[in-house]
């Protein structure tokens, strides 16, 4: 911070007032990224100063609501696209209140020692989620370090007038930097010591010839220079200027000198002698080329401007237009001066923009109007024409700055979307969906396709709405949800209006005439403008009444099949223990074997597909519980047989079939080949929840020495790995230990609830 106002003392620019260049400066910031505010700032300690504005009215803020002292932070350009959605700027008093500022952009302006004093900036009442282009950015940091470049201009300037102003003082007390020339005979020179000190000279140099004085001009200006001055003594002249470069003795350093004399005559127009003065004006030299030098940089940022920018007089004469301009139009360079740019429009558009613009010329008011340009090809394109005018410290209008931009795709973009609206409206009236639409916040009004009035009964003419009387319903028709009548503030689309996305839900749609009912798969998402606004909402609905029909259908055949196949389990375990009676010595056996009937006869039931009104009737709805029953059958009255341990989860119905076709195909491998083969083999499972993934380990110990992976998978492990992959989302791994198999399974709980 130190630094900061050290450089901003060191300017003396803070409380100045408005100077033009920086005017235009603001004018070319607000007029390339189109924006209502631009601003030259410079930060202080607890203030920010505006030396130059467009669309504030203030000469300065405090710091403390500045988002540029955020800027002046950063190392390039610092830009916030939406300020209400920024953490450091959304309680802001200026976006809280007026002028609702939403966006800002701000390219830092930077002293040649890299400190940084201010920005120069635009903003918008608007959010812009894309930010600039990458021209406006470009441009936006050319304007800074022309900005700087003023800055050190200006200042240059101040400390030119006040060392001419000492030098004239010095002169005008003690001759300092003055000359006589005696003219009678020869040229006999004598010079004062500040013309000494001004040339590196030596004191003994104060009676130096002409000749030595000719030595001493730059070669590229000595020609001109001493034939200026002899030809000023011998044409009768009375008074003589030049500027030129000297190269001084004492350094070697080039040196603008401004040499100013009077010439004195005799009665007959004679010359007697030459009393003159000399000021060392390398300084200003070097500040006219570095305005040179900046106003050519200037220019070639307009040029390579995609836009067409021109400027204008107070009277609404053009005076300038860049590269851009003529490339575009063709023209030569200077034939649309003056009002010859009218005859560029095409015909029937040049007497509404002269009206436009001669309304702008005397109210002052911005110029804005479309219109068609003429092209170098012979062709007219739309363009858009925008101008703003700069004033002078009266408010009188010094300039008028303007840019044309090619909108010719835009307008026949506006064509084809047209079109592309119309398809959309013969797609809407012909697809098997119904749609709804509201720009109602209070979905008073809705629009509808035909296919949703057919649904509904409801005529092409008609302009009920879906919010009429009644609980969610039209005139004879109501809305079910879940089996209870819906409330009509809870329908999708009413949802949707309220910012919510609805997704996949069943409404069953009753017709009071008798009519079957309707079962509607619907969807909502809400409409929204840039800021984020919610504006209205649409609705769809499919017809799935059918597919309903069908999935009903095949519930009451599955739970059929499911009852069927609980009787064969019935009917096997009545065998068993009626095969088991009169032989005492197989009692056991069939009490093992009914158990374990029993078993899998809970584990069918639990993971068939049932519905809500069919769910299984077996205790356990989660992971452990599908375990522990799956597997009891394999546990042969030994409870270290198969030991469980670890974390449970919830476990959906439709999840519970692939988990238990992976358990069971590993639990029958087991039996067969592996660890439950063996009389003292056993099986450890341990379940553990991470970051919402169930983890679930088989270890198999005390089994037969594995001698590595199977050279082929069966049936039933490729079914199994398919199914935890396909259906849960889950990860399946097998370890081939030689003391027994692992098995690793990854599920997310998020897709075992299902």
Known sequence: MRARLEALSRYAILDTPPEQAFDDLCAIAARVCRAPIAVVNLVEETRQFFKAEIGLGV???PVDVSICAHAILQRDLFVVPDTTRDPRFACNPLVQ?????RFYAGALIETPEGVPIGTVCVLDHQPRPDGLTDEQADTLRALARQAMTQLEHRRLMLRLA??????????????????EVDLRSGFKNRRSPQYLRIHGLPVDAADETHEEWVRRIHPDDRARTEGGFIAAVRKGETSYRAEYRIIRPSDGEVRWIAAVAEIERDEAGRPIRLVGAHRDITERKRDEEALRTSEQRLRAILDTMPQMVWSTRPNGDHDYFNKRWYEFTGVPEGTTDGEGWNGMFHPDDQERAWTAWRHSLATGEPYEIEYRLRHRS??????????????????AIERWYGTCTDINEQKTTAGVLAAQTGQLQALLATAPVAVWFTDDLQVRRVMRNGYAGGLMGVAETSTASLTTTGAGSITGIRMRYRGAPADPSELPLQRAVRGEDVRDEEYELVFEDGRPSLTLLSSASPLRDASGAVTGAVAVSLDITARKRTEEARELLARELSHRIKNIFAVVGGLVALSARGQPEAATFADNLRHRLHALAQAHEYVRPHSPESAPDVEGQSVRGLIELLLSPYAQGRADRIVVRGSDALLGSKSATALALCLHEQATNAMKYGALSAPAGRVEIVTQVTDGVLHLRWQEIGGPEVKGAPERQGFGTVLAARSIAGQLGGELRHNWRPSGLEMDLSVPLENLAR
């Open 162 to 179: 006040e060392r001419e102003a000492e030098l004239e003082r010095v002169q005008d007390i003690a001759g300092v930097g003055g000359l």
């Open 97 to 101: 209140g007026a002028p609702h500022l």
């Open 59 to 61: 000469r300065e803020t």
């Open 378 to 395: 012979g062709d007219y394109r739309w363009v858009l024409g925008r101008a703003l005018p700069v004033r002078d410290e009266a408010g």
